[in-house]
């Protein structure tokens, strides 16, 4: 046989594992929508928490007259923005329990001794809340446009989208590094605090300019700063916070996604190993 | 490598030294969670076509042992290998050989229905698009569950449960054939599809390791039937 085919066997070869890959992931999602789907009480409930949600901060906003907001509506959107945002670091970081939960099941096992692998599947596991959380941040702005009154900025507003993918995907390095450490030690205590501390630090309800000096290195660190700014800009025409910009933002969003997704995928892999070696990956 | 010959019945198929081909090879396996020795030097060859029962109390380490056979987690010390892949270095390799039902009832998800549970099964073995309908629909049908293919897990009898489990384990086609306490809540039915596709297993050249409790009898006779008590294999 020539080299040459042997490179395209190798190719073939190569390509029907991403096929096989991408359609054992698909199968997480599938198996993750039709459970989800199951429960048409909890969606409804979502659904209802969305607008009481969104009305909260809809009435706080009336009190709300200091600069830089130059009226409620003003502070009404900004803060829409830092719901949307929360909705999807929530998501991402829920993945550690939800992956917890699989163990405490059994069916985690089911992964672990598949050809697909620990690894894959961790990660696979985190596409299906991370596509639902995409979803509810599209209803969520949709609800306080037409419930609401959101003024949104149209000719940048598509730009969301794209922005609100690649911010979901920079978030997976921080749910990966807790997911590692659930998989290795069987729970990982310290997500919800990190929800609250990056919550606060991302500025999500108020300016990080109001944020104590000595806090500030926290909203430099992580990629929700970049994120919610940016979605601000493109959805409502906010300006970004002093000595931020859109090149600048956009490249820490990249960092995080080319830089920390392997990092975390790694961190998952020797997990996963010292697991099989502690045998904290079956004590349940 | 040194064989234990104090150790000869855990040869499978009646050679006293391991052989070339053997498709599963566990060797001086030793393991202990905390200060507690569970498996203390076990040895167990399995060649091709060999089905082998292994009984034993309840807490001697017969599921630690299967764990360790499937690569689900490591012996302190020895040899795992499976058609001479490594349960780390080959895993992809090694997992698609392999087929493993663990004991009790877990492993489900009570909102999918069982032609869904295989669905999953067939793409986590990484089968190509093109032979996965296939294998789900011979999944089904070995283990009669056509029947109710497309109702929910939650809503089935524990031995449809555990035909569903039994499916999950076979619809990759694996080699070996790992199986912890299968026969819980089967009925006679059930136990019969069992030992009719364990036989097709076998003339195909693949092989399965059967644990269960002491004083549990297997519905069908196996080539070799171990007991593990005191961290060791010893011949029933």
Redesign the interface.
């Known amino acids: 046989m020539t080299e040459l085919a042997l490179a395209g066997n190798r190719l073939a070869g190569t390509l029907?594992?991403v096929?096989?890959?991408l359609?054992?992931t698909?199968?997480?999602v599938?198996?993750d929508a039709?459970?989800r789907a199951?429960?048409r009480g909890t969606l409804l409930s979502t659904l209802v928490s969305v607008i009481f949600g969104l009305a909260t901060f809809y009435f706080v906003s009336k009190l709300v007259r200091v600069p830089p907001f130059n009226s409620p509506g003003d502070y009404f959107a900004f803060t829409v923005v830092g719901i949307v945002v929360f909705g999807l670091m929530q998501s991402s970081l829920s993945i550690p329990s939800n992956l917890r939960q699989e163990l405490v099941?059994?069916?985690y096992?089911?992964?672990?001794?598949?050809?697909?692998?620990s690894t894959a599947?961790t990660v696979a596991l985190m596409v299906f809340p991370i596509l639902f959380a995409l979803t509810m941040a599209l209803v969520e702005l949709g609800v306080a446009v037409v419930v609401f009154g959101l003024h949104v900025e149209w000719d940048t507003a598509a730009l969301a989208l794209p922005l609100g993918v690649a911010g979901a995907f920079a978030f997976a390095p921080v749910a990966l590094v807790f997911a590692a450490i659930t998989l290795a030690f069987k729970q990982a205590p310290g997500q919800n605090a990190a929800l609250a501390v990056f919550a606060l630090a991302s500025g999500l309800y108020f300016p990080v300019a109001l944020l104590p000096w000595w806090l500030h290195w926290i909203s430099e660190i992580q990629p929700y700063t970049p994120t919610v700014a940016l979605l601000r800009h493109v959805l409502i025409g906010f300006p970004l916070p002093l000595g931020m910009s859109i090149a600048g933002a956009v490249a820490k969003i990249a960092a995080f996604i080319v830089i920390g997704i392997p990092i975390g995928v790694l961190l998952v892999s020797i997990a996963g190993?010292y697991g099989?070696?502690h045998?904290t990956?079956?004590e349940y | 490598m040194t064989i234990d010959a104090a150790a000869p019945f855990a040869r499978v198929a009646s050679a006293e030294l391991r052989a070339a081909d053997d498709l599963l090879v566990l060797h001086g396996i030793r393991k202990r969670?905390g200060k507690s020795p569970v498996l203390e030097g076990v040895d167990l060859f399995v060649a091709r076509g060999a089905l082998v029962s292994i009984s034993g109390a309840n807490g001697t380490g017969k599921t630690t042992l299967l764990?360790i056979a499937?690569?689900?987690?490591?012996p302190d010390s020895g040899e795992v290998a499976l058609d001479g892949l490594h349960p780390?270095r080959d895993?992809?390799?090694f997992?698609?050989r392999?087929g493993?039902l663990?004991a009790?009832d877990?492993?489900?998800?009570a909102?999918?229905s069982p032609r869904?549970h295989l669905?999953?099964?067939a793409?986590?073995?990484?089968?190509?698009?093109g032979n996965r309908v296939a294998a789900i629909e011979r999944a089904l049908g070995v283990f009669a569950l056509d029947d109710f293919a497309d109702r929910?897990v939650d809503r089935l009898s524990m031995g449809q449960r555990q035909r569903v489990r039994l499916a999950?384990t076979f619809v990759?086609d694996p080699a070996l054939i790992l199986l912890d306490e299968p026969a819980n809540s089967l009925d006679q039915e059930g136990l019969d599809v069992l030992a009719s596709y364990l036989e097709q297993l076998r003339s195909r050249g693949g092989a399965a390791i059967w644990c269960g409790p002491t004083g549990v009898a297997m519905p069908m006779a196996s080539d070799t039937a171990l007991r593990l008590a005191e961290g060791r294999l010893r011949p029933e």
């Open positions: 029907g594992l096929r096989a890959y359609s054992a698909a199968g997480i599938r198996r039709v459970i199951s429960y099941a059994g069916t096992e089911r992964l672990v001794l598949s050809p697909f692998g599947a190993r099989r070696r045998g990956i079956i | 969670w764990r499937a690569g689900l987690i490591h780390e895993r992809r390799a997992l698609g392999l493993f663990s009790g877990r492993t489900l998800y909102r999918l869904r669905d999953l099964g793409r986590l073995g990484l089968l190509p698009a929910r999950m990759h």
